[in-house]
């Protein structure tokens, strides 16, 4: 029996999702939950599940291709109660014979050997297409061009279900291509590159523009690599955020000692305990929450006219990853203690290195926080995490001879900066919240264990 | 008699001030007559009796009937005779009692004015106005909308004004203009509409279309008459979210293709209403300029609202089945706005 893999929804906003890596190869026993592909979508990256177990009889998306979701991406052959161990030997044989089948245009007439290689063989086409015609308009079809979208992933509310300026607007407004990220401005299109060429989708982006003509860039030996999805939504969300929210730099320097002392002396018990690590960072999440709600303007949204003060305090983690970065959020971290932030931090960190953070899970962070200092940076200036107006960077907790009380001593310093939309928050503010944290952790009072 | 006639039309006292749309016209033609002794006025009882609307009340006493001349009921003499006046350095006024009429000069206007500067470089600096439009119950023969002859003549300017200030303006700029103009005058609009005019000398310039109001939903493109049901049916489409920017032409020839393209770019859809009838309207012309010049700005159909392809009748329940009104644009516009 066969049975369908289809691209996932990872996400309500999501429409399509990137294929990264096949963790099986055609005639591969697989079991059902086990991981059988990777995917790469606007949101997360996330290992897929087998559907069913059985054999993996055919790829029909191939690894680096973008399709919409529920596109079936491959076939397994369901390991049905007539199916016994013959089976699998025998497709092996003939799937990479089939596979040029199911392909439909070009790959006829390309040269093909006997090649392992199934799974790089042209995708079957047409993704959605119903044979239906698509009802919209030349504005319409203009703005689709222009913002590389494709139509057949947007959803008409005009008469007849036509799709009408207003529908093309809004998918324009959530960022263009078909997923509705946060930051909801629209773009302006117009990359205009000589040699386009796009990873998928025909993302013509700004923040993919070059500051200087192409030429230039490729002189003696070089290598180049495609951006992953990943880094090209960090890009897109960076150049965004920088031409939104004009930033302002804050920084202050806290004392630490009592902090690290405090950790120093009830970590390990902490572990023994909890078993869970215990960080400098639910001490900084706790204090930048301090700081939130003395402060509230620093934990809300800018919509055209309206501040949107956020009544949760949820707070994005930047979490550095071999492939990039992402940063999911601790939610209602004012209503957990030490130990519920720390265990929450872990959990997020620790899904995000293994790809498998759920969508909603880096979604409707209201402030963020960046620790540059694990890397040793004596302190960073981070870009805002839109849709927030502010972001905390954490420098290195290194030891500083300090004065105090006119004579010099060692103590645990940190530098931490505020980076904030100067639109909604001014330097008054931004140094009293950071007051207000440096305060909350020189004169930590609340138990660790 | 003349004595507190002239001092009620004698211009000064009476600008600045809410006129008529009549009587913005017939300021007009009395400031520039006085102001340039070329300008004569000729048409059937425009003279001794005042004009059969009264638009020309008060001009014979003024000027003397060699300037203000009673004719002979015939059309084609009036602009025959015009034209050989404009020849010889006269700019002479044609008024047509009706212009329903207008057609019989139909030669004359379309083969001898229009055509002489092209032909003779003969320019024939004249005016034909008149009263036109329907909805007054004037029937078949006294409720014409016969722009669109002229829209198709080359060498003509074509003006159908929809306010007192523009049509004093207007008439006045055309009287100005060293082309043949014609200037239609909606008799509807006469007594019922009232309005301010600049106090001094002024003209509105042939040719340029004006915004009337302002909308972000669609475009309704507008003259004459039909300009003030568009704005009530503008209102009614405001209580129901629908943001119709209004467009008063003004000036059908030369169209105002830029001030068009603007707004239909801007709002992405289009509706045109006009009084005259369907086929051959402006209405037509308007939908081709915007497949050539602005197709990929379309969000959906151009839409017409206007009256039937009949002649105007007479009884007024079919009249007023006959004409547009706001409840038509009304419907018309939400049904294009949803599309």
């Known amino acids: 029996m066969a049975v369908d893999i289809v691209m996932p929804q990872m996400g309500e906003s999501i429409f399509e999702g990137t294929i990264t890596k096949w963790l099986k190869k055609p005639g591969d026993k697989v079991e059902r939950d086990e991981p059988l592909f990777e995917i790469s979508t606007d949101k997360v990256d996330a290992e897929i599940p087998s559907p069913s177990a059985g054999m993996l009889k055919e790829i029909k998306v191939g690894e680096g291709q973008t399709v919409p979701i529920q596109t079936v991406v491959g076939v397994i052959d369901a390991v049905g109660s007539a199916a016994p161990a013959t089976a699998p030997a025998k497709v092996e044989a003939t799937a990479p014979a089939k596979a040029p089948v199911a392909a439909a245009p070009a790959p006829a007439m390309t040269p093909k050997p006997a090649a392992p290689v ?55 407004a959530a960022g263009g291509a078909p ?69 302002v730099y804050s920084v202050d320097e806290i004392d630490m000692t009592k902090v690290a002392s405090l950790r120093a002396t009830s970590k390990d018990e902490f572990e023994k305990r909890y078993e869970t690590k215990l960080t400098y960072m639910p001490f900084f999440v706790k204090a930048a929450v301090a700081g939130l709600r003395a402060f509230p303007t620093l934990n809300a949204s800018l919509d055209g006219t309206n501040v949107v003060l956020h009544k949760d305090i949820n707070i994005g983690i930047a979490v550095a990853l071999e492939w990039g970065l992402i940063v999911p959020v601790v939610r209602n971290a004012d209503e957990k203690n030490l130990l519920g932030i720390q265990r929450a931090m872990n959990d997020l960190a620790e899904r995000a290195r293994s790809k498998k953070l759920k969508p909603e899970e880096v979604q409707e962070g209201t402030f963020s926080i960046t620790n540059p200092g694990v890397f040793g940076g004596l302190f960073g200036l981070p870009v805002i995490s839109q849709p927030n107006v502010g972001i905390l960077g954490l420098g290195a907790i290194e030891k500083r001879p300090v004065v105090i009380d006119d004579a010099i001593a060692i103590r645990a310093m940190c530098y931490v900066t505020l980076s904030y939309d100067h639109r909604v928050v001014d330097g008054a503010i931004a140094h009293q919240f950071l007051r207000k944290v440096k305060e909350t952790l020189e004169n930590w009072s609340e138990p660790v264990l | 008699m003349a004595e507190t006639k002239r001092a009620r039309t004698n211009g000064a006292a009476a600008q600045g001030t ?34 059969a609307f009264k638009t020309s009340e008060g001009l014979l006493e003024r000027f003397g009937w060699e300037r203000v001349i009673d004719t002979p009921i015939s059309e084609s003499a009036i602009i025959g005779a015009a034209c050989g006046m404009s020849y010889l350095g006269l700019r002479p006024i044609c008024e047509m009692q009706f212009i329903d009429f207008i057609v019989c000069a139909f030669n004359q206007i379309t083969n001898f004015v229009a055509k002489g500067h092209y032909l003779w470089n003969a320019p024939a600096p004249m005016v034909i106005r008149g009263p036109s439009g329907g909805g007054v119950h004037g029937g078949p023969f006294h409720s014409a909308n016969p ?138 012309e308007i939908a081709a300029i915007l497949f050539e010049k602005a197709f990929q700005d379309l969000d959906g159909p151009l839409v017409r609202v206007t009256s039937l392809d009949t002649p105007v009748p007479y009884a007024p329940t079919l009249e007023d089945y006959f004409l547009p009104n706001a409840k038509k644009i009304f419907s018309a516009a939400k049904e294009l706005a949803r599309y």
């Open chain 2, 18 to 51: 809410q006129v008529t749309f009549l009587e913005a016209i017939r300021q007009a033609m009395f400031e520039e007559m006085e102001r340039d002794p070329a300008v004569v006025l000729i048409g059937e009882d425009v003279g001794v009796y005042g004009g």
């Open chain 1, 118 to 172: 199934p799974a790089s063989a042209p995708v079957a086409a047409a993704p959605v297409s119903t044979g239906e015609r698509i009802h919209s308009s030349p504005l319409v079809r203009r703005m689709a061009k222009e913002h590389g979208i494709d139509l057949s992933t947007v959803a008409g509310t005009g008469a007849g279900g036509r799709i009408s300026k207003q529908d093309i607007e809004a998918r324009i």
């Open chain 2, 147 to 284: 722009e669109m002859y002229f829209v198709h003549t080359p060498g003509l300017k074509v003006i159908y004004p929809s306010t007192p200030q523009d049509a004093k303006g207007l008439l006045k700029a055309a009287v100005r203009d060293n082309n043949p103009v014609l200037f239609f005058e909606h008799k509807f609009l006469y007594r019922r509409i009232k309005g301010e005019v600049p106090a001094g000398d002024y003209t509105v310039p042939i040719g340029k279309a004006v915004v009337r109001r302002e909308g972000r939903h669609l475009t309704i493109l507008s003259y004459a008459a039909m300009m003030h049901t568009s704005l009530e049916a503008a209102d009614a489409l405001e209580k129901e979210g629908i943001e119709a920017e209004v467009i008063d032409l003004r000036t059908l020839l030369p169209l105002d293709e830029e001030t068009i393209l603007q707004s239909v770019k801007k709002t992405n859809k289009c509706l045109v209403v006009h009084e005259d009838t369907r086929t051959g309207g402006i209405a037509g």
């Open chain 1, 179 to 247: 997923a509705a990220t946060p930051p909801a401005y629209s773009v302006p299109a117009g990359s205009s590159r000589p040699a386009p060429p796009p990873a998928s989708g025909g993302l013509a982006h700004v923040a993919l523009e070059t500051a200087v003509p192409r030429e230039k860039m490729y002189f003696g030996s070089y290598e180049v690599q495609p951006l992953s999805v990943m880094r090209q939504r960090i890009a897109e969300h960076m150049v965004i955020s920088k031409h939104v929210s004009p930033h």
